[in-house]
């Protein structure tokens, strides 16, 4: 009887003790991210304890067990030996049943314990899902974009579904005296709908910063990085606005300001070097910008080497590149230009001027033109002079 009894306590013992290892595993295996919290952390810290208390009442338990044995193979081979003595099997047992009566409160102290974890575990599972699914929204998933595009003409050709701002090459490279290729452009999808040529864009925060100061023919045949700071090229501009009708939009921004100031014209035009590259502007207006372009209809462009006609030569307003700096479509010095020089031949405006747009601050301004046309004709180009 004494021998089943501790065959089944031995059995019980590891039964017990293995449901511990398996129950602290899996609170080991549930600690997942609970470091982030204060009130997960301390639970941890207190079943580490528990465990540690566990540990060693299973140490006293085999100590205990080891000395039944050993007692129970005394008494079976020297029955007389303990006569004199309180049976000590007796008292061993009571012992046992103390000890064990301990392990089972332990067990049900742990239990609490145990569920909080659980349930924190499952909470911040919960939680850590979902911020993981509101940060793959948030993800911006920019598709890969082919940058050179022979079989199209021109930047309202890209696809819209894409919808990816850059320096795009289109058919064949055609070059001019200054190997600036005609068919290299930037393109951008500023607002609903294809995308835009940008003719000019200026104010990045480049060191260093772009020469917009420059002479007839550097604003003939262009100037500047595509990427940054740049002035498409007059002769350019109008090879792709003699093909059809193009609307114009002018986008303006100051430094800390959110969002963009922006002017629409229905219709612009620009006329070849034969005629002064004038400008035209013809039908609807919109925006937040004042039309300025309006008072410039027919005007001439300008640079400090050769000035537009129909002024004296006296005339303060002949010589508008000269005091500001830059080329532009001049009447009345301080009406707009957006190419103004910084610096020495500045006067009494910002560089970026476009009537009373944010005066008398001298926060860094941006501006950007770009066109687009408005009745697209698929195909080649067709030029004239």
């Known amino acids: ?160 579904a894409v919808r990816v701002d850059g320096v795009y090459r289109f058919l064949v490279p055609e070059r001019n005296e200054v190997q600036r290729d005609l068919h290299e452009r930037y393109c951008t999808f500023a607002t609903d709908g294809p995308a835009w040529t940008v003719i000019q864009n200026r104010g990045g925060s480049y060191d260093p910063p772009e020469n917009f100061n420059r002479s007839w023919d550097e604003y003939r045949a262009g100037f500047g990085n595509l990427s940054r700071d740049f002035w498409f090229g007059n002769e350019f501009t109008h090879k792709i606005l003699y093909r059809d009708d193009h609307e114009l939009r002018v986008e303006l921004q100051e430094e800390d300001q959110e969002g963009v100031d922006w002017a629409e014209y229905s219709i612009f035009r620009l006329d ?39 002024y004296p030569e006296n005339s303060p307003d002949s010589t508008c590149a000269e005091q500001y700096g830059g080329g532009w479509w001049f009447d009345r010095c301080t009406q707009s230009n957006l190419n103004g020089e910084l610096g020495v031949h500045q006067i009494a405006s910002p560089a970026i001027i476009w009537s009373n747009w944010r005066t008398g601050t001298d926060k860094p301004k941006i501006s950007r033109m770009m066109i687009r046309p408005v009745n697209p004709v698929p195909g080649g180009y067709f030029y004239e002079d």
Request: with cysteine; aromatic share 8%; charged share 30%.
């Open 1 to 160: 009887m004494m021998k089943f009894s501790l065959i089944f306590l031995l059995a019980w013992s590891s039964v017990f003790l293995g449901s511990t290892h398996t129950t602290i595993s899996r609170i080991r295996k549930s600690d997942i991210g609970l470091k982030s919290l204060e009130e997960l952390i301390l639970i941890r810290k207190t079943l580490a304890r528990q465990a540690l208390k566990l540990r060693g009442l299973e140490i006293n338990l085999h100590h205990v067990l080891s000395k039944v044995v050993f007692l129970s193979d005394a008494d079976v081979h020297s029955p007389g030996r303990f006569s004199s003595k309180a049976d000590p099997l007796t008292e061993l047992s009571e012992r046992l049943n103390i000890l064990l009566k301990r392990l089972n409160q332990e067990d049900l102290d742990k239990r609490p314990l145990k569920a909080c974890l659980e349930n924190g575990s499952r909470l911040l599972e919960t939680s850590l899902n979902q911020t993981l699914l509101k940060d793959v929204f948030k993800v911006k998933v920019i598709p890969k974009v082919d940058f050179y595009q022979p079989a199209k003409s021109d930047c309202y050709e890209l696809d819209e």
């Open 272 to 310: 070849s070097e034969r005629y002064n590259f004038q400008l035209s502007v013809e039908g609807d207006f919109r925006g937040s910008l004042p039309d300025v372009l309006e008072q410039l209809n027919g005007t001439e462009f300008s640079t400090h080497d050769r000035r537009r006609n129909g």
